[in-house]
């Protein structure tokens, strides 16, 4: 206990090496714990002890019963030896209070005696003090009490030298003290010095390799809180899941701010089809990685059915505000199943999911799983052609949406502005919608995330797009199947 406590207290400046140094010389002496020493000159270090110990996530107990019948196993001054006390709970479970819960040697020294391994948790000294007072008194025999030594005092020898160092001056003063002899007889040595019957022996302390291996150390109560997921799974249900107006249900929606070093988006340019305040509201996503210093060149269109959904316009893609865009109803969406299923090539399979897509969403991405890594392949717009994208990686011990997706299901909520999601950030910043991640499986087994940014609502988006990427993901496995054979 001393080694730990000591480096505790002076870490946090509660004690100087000073007082911890005369200490830890009288606690040698008295055969008493270095807490119960300090307690007796600084009556704040057992409280603020107990509040560090609580904050840290450790289990303080305020009401002590203690358990007699693990008592009576355990050797004498045992438990005043350490400061610690076998305990009932209300739940008749038996758990180790102790003045110092990280103390190792309390844990290890009552597994050992009882046999068992108790869960160890905090209680304060004031409180365990009487607590053990009393349970020796009907259990274990309390040990003797403890010699009269002023800490610090001057201890003088039988030649009338005094010892300076304080540090010493208990051990001297014991040591110096005079001793009985022994009767004798003519002739013999003198008998060795023998221990009065009222004196306790030494308690024995015993190694940790002295303790059974099968025996595991007592561990610590923390409070037991549910396993927080990797993200924040937020679901927002629409009181209507035709509506297209966000505006008409309660939304969790969230702005993420555009990561730094990342160029500034150029002005929109005002649409006589629009009303103004939905033109305000819009933005101009970025045609390219924030990292990258030149934008990507639309790849050629491959060979893909043509009722994929519209043409895209001349020049930039502007993403169109939320009233503007609509829902996708149940016969286009077998349609689009259909053209998915009709694909001969992956790159065929994977611009008609996109194009499909965009007429639901501002922005679509494709990553592609490998190995450890989350490869960005295809990003498309609303009513954009979709464009290859092989900048951005995401790692898949990181914890981000896609991994959700992967391991979870699909994902809705807003876009967590975490370090993690630092790669693909900025082609979604500027968006006022939810983020829809979903999994593409390929006999049964994770090949793609789809990243959609929702402009209706968010979660027929999210059962629209499962649909569209389960097509996908049959629609591969039949490309795989027929280039085997």
Not at 32 to 45: G, N, Q, T, W, Y
Not at 79 to 89: S, Y
């Amino acid at each position: 206990m001393g080694d730990d406590l000591a480096q505790r207290l002076i870490w946090t400046k509660l004690a100087t090496a000073g007082e911890i140094s005369s200490a830890l010389a009288l606690s040698m002496v008295q055969r008493r714990s270095l807490l119960s020493v300090l307690a007796e000159s600084r009556s704040d270090i057992a409280k603020v002890l107990a509040r560090q110990f609580q904050k840290g996530g450790l289990q303080i107990l305020t009401t002590l019963e203690p358990s007699m019948e693990s008592i009576r196993k355990l050797p004498k001054g045992l438990c005043a030896r350490l400061l610690a006390l076998p305990v009932v709970l209300q739940d008749g479970s038996v758990v180790l209070a102790a003045a110092n819960p990280t103390d190792p040697q309390v844990s290890e020294e009552f597994a050992y005696h009882l046999g068992l391994d108790l869960d160890i948790v905090g209680a304060r000294l004031d409180q365990l003090l009487p607590v053990l007072r009393a349970s020796t008194a009907h259990g274990e025999a309390e040990p003797a009490p403890p010699e009269q030594l002023t800490v610090g005092s001057p201890a003088t020898s039988r030649r009338g030298r005094v010892r300076t160092n304080p540090g010493l001056q208990p051990i001297v003063g014991a040591l110096n003290r005079p001793r009985k002899k022994m009767p004798t007889a003519p002739g013999l040595a003198p008998l060795p010095e023998l221990r009065p019957k009222d004196s306790q022996p030494p308690i024995p302390l015993v190694q940790a390799s002295m303790a059974p291996s099968s025996r595991r150390a007592a561990g610590m109560v923390v409070p037991r809180r549910a396993p927080e997921p990797a993200v924040p799974l937020v679901r927002r249900m629409a009181a209507e899941l035709g509506k297209d107006d966000p505006e008409a249900s309660p939304s969790t929606e969230r702005i993420v701010e555009q990561p730094p070093g990342s160029p500034a988006p150029p002005p929109l340019p005002r649409r006589s089809s629009v009303p103004a305040e939905a033109a305000e509201r819009s933005s101009v996503p970025p045609e390219h990685d924030g990292r990258s210093s030149a934008p990507a060149e639309p790849a050629a269109r491959s060979s893909a059915p043509t009722n994929l959904g519209p043409k895209p316009a001349s020049g930039p893609p502007h993403p169109l505000p939320p009233s503007v865009t609509r829902e996708i109803s149940d016969e286009e969406l077998h349609k689009l199943s259909e053209a998915i299923g009709l694909a001969g090539a992956p790159d065929e399979v994977f611009t008609a999911l996109c194009s499909g897509l965009s007429v639901l969403a501002h922005r679509v991405a494709l990553f592609a799983i490998r190995g450890d890594e989350l490869q960005c392949r295809l990003i498309a717009t609303d009513h954009g052609v979709p464009l290859p994208h092989y900048d951005i990686v995401v790692n898949m011990s990181e914890p981000t949406v896609l991994k959700t997706a992967i391991q979870s299901g699909p994902y809705v909520g807003p876009l967590p502005s975490t370090v993690a999601h630092e790669p693909f950030l900025g082609l979604f910043s500027k968006e006022r919608a939810e983020i829809v991640s979903v999994c593409i499986r390929v006999s049964d087994r994770p090949a793609m995330v789809l990243l959609v940014a929702a402009t209706g609502n968010a979660y027929a988006t999210s059962r629209r797009a499962d649909h569209l990427a389960n097509s996908a993901g049959a629609a591969l496995e039949r490309i795989l199947r027929d280039r085997k054979h």
